[in-house]
């Protein structure tokens, strides 16, 4: 295979070989399911494995192992969390939810689906740089609220929110409130000691661990009903086999996180960042300069459109995503860029690069010089691209 | 590599044919625009005697398909007279090309669009357009579908956004399914009367939302 140079971090990771040394013996030696305590010893092995994954994920939190439940991935981590609070507040006490305008798809579909079964939602909006406004969050919120959700840090622009504040507006107002951690979990510190967060969606996918796999942390006492049926697995909150490998693995995944990894991510992400903007004129920064998250840089290159700058980067090996109508299956452009009050001319030449644990400088230098070339070459034969 | 582009369109996004643009061109046009999406530019230069196309240039703003169908157009259309060239079809691109992704279609029409409209372009500065028809609602439906419904990446009459439209003595009257406030309002309004003020026999475009 030909050198590859990955920059899409933020969709999915490489495998890191050490989680696959500790979940390789889960599917060839202790492959059994998690029995109880009376059941036969593979069974038992097997449930404390599973355990012991659950009290490392919880720890890193800052919370109990009876709060942190495994699931297949965010997506079914955000489904439960807003479908789960739905299902056991909707009679009780009401049916309005608030959710941000730029959160990733499982939130925002699962909210819509929640819609059209007789519940009101409000989009909140956001600034130029993708934050909610507190004020306007707190106007919103009425004696029917029964949760809130805005994630931790944004999918495509990067920028992380002040859950602190959020998560204490909501509690003085008794509004259970949840956040998609999906692209900061072990990235960005996010203890529920200090931030008052009832529910946090997290996976392994985002963090050179396996895919399938993913959590919800949900605080002691918060109401939610079971959506996916079948066993008592989960403390009964999650029917389904127990993914005893992907639970080790990410467990595994999360432990190889380190703060100095965290800061090599950062100076990546500074240094695309801060050459593009030496090497190209007319680009702009999506998002906030430094509130952003540790391994995400997003970029406009003015008068050219994003799916011909990935593809051009293909032919390098270099893979990136855009926020481009062109590039996405629906042919919608970015919802994200339309949010922080982008036009459909800033998302046409948006492109995200997301860094990780395998990326180095050098690569960093080589896909920028790359870039520049590319941008430069587009601009020549589009018609807004001469001065 | 499984890119859904074939190698001839891959070719010809890495290196477009007859790009940039022609100083004081015999016609040119633009459809399309930075607000709403992709955005194509043609300029052609025509013998007065044999009319043949003689020179053609094009820049895009555009994705993939849009740089190659451009690209291939120009060849196509370069050498043929305006007559021949006015035949040109999306077909005609595509199969020139081997085939182009359905979904993308829309980002290569507007390349082919461009040509004929060019080519008017020049009849209209030439005195060679003879036939004048009267404005009908069908002829300023189909001159919308060529404005892009920013919201859905979509052409503004697939999305349902135009509500009504009146022809009367000259005025172009269209109702547009869109509050006044809405982010794109403006750069929809300003495209919708681009594409319908240059009709030989419309004065004015009047153009009005819901709300």
């Known amino acids: 295979m030909e050198k590859v140079y990955y920059f899409d971090n933020a969709a999915a990771t490489r495998l890191d070989e050490r989680v696959l040394d500790v979940l390789t013996p889960l599917y060839f030696d202790r492959y059994s399911v998690a029995t109880s305590e009376f059941g036969y010893s593979l069974g038992i092995e097997a449930r404390e494995a599973l355990e012991e994954a659950r009290g490392q994920l919880a720890d890193a939190l800052g919370a109990s192992s009876n709060e942190f439940i495994f699931t297949s991935g965010s997506a079914e981590s955000s489904n439960l969390a807003l479908k789960g609070v739905a299902k056991a507040l909707g009679a009780k006490k009401g049916k309005h939810i608030i959710v941000s305008k730029i959160e990733d798809f499982p939130v925002l579909y699962s909210a819509r689906t929640l819609e059209k079964e007789g519940f009101t939602v409000d989009y909140l909006g956001v600034d130029a740089d993708g934050f909610i406004d507190l004020k306007t969050l707190e106007s919103l919120i009425t004696p029917e609220t029964i949760l809130v959700s805005i994630q931790h840090g944004n999918q495509e622009i990067g920028t992380i929110q002040d859950i602190k504040s959020i998560g204490e507006l909501c509690h003085g107002k008794g509004v259970l409130f949840h956040t998609d951690a999906t692209h900061t979990f072990m990235r960005v510190p996010l203890d529920v000691t200090d931030i008052p967060v009832d529910l946090i969606t997290v996976s392994a996918h985002t963090l050179h661990g396996p895919k399938g796999i993913g959590g919800l942390y949900i605080r002691k006492k918060t109401p939610l009903a079971k959506i996916m049926d079948g066993g008592f697995q989960e403390f009964d909150l999650r029917g389904g086999m127990d993914n005893i490998p992907g639970a080790v693995g990410f467990a595994k995944a999360a432990e190889l996180i380190t703060a100095d990894e965290n800061q090599r991510l950062m100076e990546m992400r500074d240094k695309i960042i801060s050459m593009v903007f030496e090497q190209i004129p007319d680009v702009m920064l999506n998002g906030h300069p430094s509130k952003r998250t540790p391994q995400n840089a997003n970029i406009t290159f003015h008068y050219v459109e994003g799916e011909s700058i990935t593809l051009h980067l293909d032919m390098y090996g270099i893979a990136v995503s855009t926020g481009s109508a062109c590039f996405s299956r629906s042919l919608e452009a970015s919802h994200v860029i339309a949010g922080i009050g982008g036009d459909h001319e800033r998302a046409h030449g948006s492109i995200r690069l997301t860094v990780g644990r395998f990326n180095t400088m050098d690569e960093v230098v080589f896909v920028v010089e790359t870039l520049a070339k590319i941008v430069e070459n587009l601009r020549k034969i589009s018609p807004l691209g001469r001065k | ?211």
């Not at chain 2, 370069?78 to 691109?93: N, S």
């Not at chain 2, 009459?157 to 509050?179: C, F, S, Y």
């Open chain 2, 1 to 211: 590599m499984a890119s859904p582009y074939n190698d001839i369109v891959l070719e010809h996004f890495k290196n477009p044919r007859n790009t940039g643009r022609i100083e004081n061109p015999d016609g040119k046009a633009t459809e399309g625009s930075p607000a709403c999406g992709d955005m194509v530019s043609l300029y052609l230069n025509v013998d007065p005697e044999t009319k043949v196309i003689t020179d053609i240039k094009f820049e895009s703003y555009g994705c993939a398909s849009n740089i190659a169908t451009g690209s291939i157009i120009t060849e196509l259309a370069k050498g043929k007279t305006i007559e021949e060239a006015k035949k040109i079809t999306w077909q005609d691109a595509s199969e020139a090309l081997g085939g182009l992704p359905k979904i993308k279609a829309h980002c290569s029409v507007l390349a082919v669009e461009v040509l004929r409209s060019a080519i008017q372009n020049y009849e209209e500065k030439h005195g060679l357009v003879t036939a004048k028809e009267d404005t009908t609602e069908e002829i300023v439906r189909k001159r919308l579908k060529k404005v892009m419904n920013p919201i859905k990446g979509l052409d503004m009459v697939a999305t349902h956004l135009v509500k009504e439209i009146d022809i009367n003595d000259g005025v172009v009257r269209i109702v547009l399914d869109l509050p006044e406030n809405h982010q794109f309002a403006n750069a929809i309004k300003e495209d919708a009367i681009e594409k319908i003020e240059s009709l030989w026999d419309i004065n004015k475009v009047i153009v009005e939302f819901t709300d």
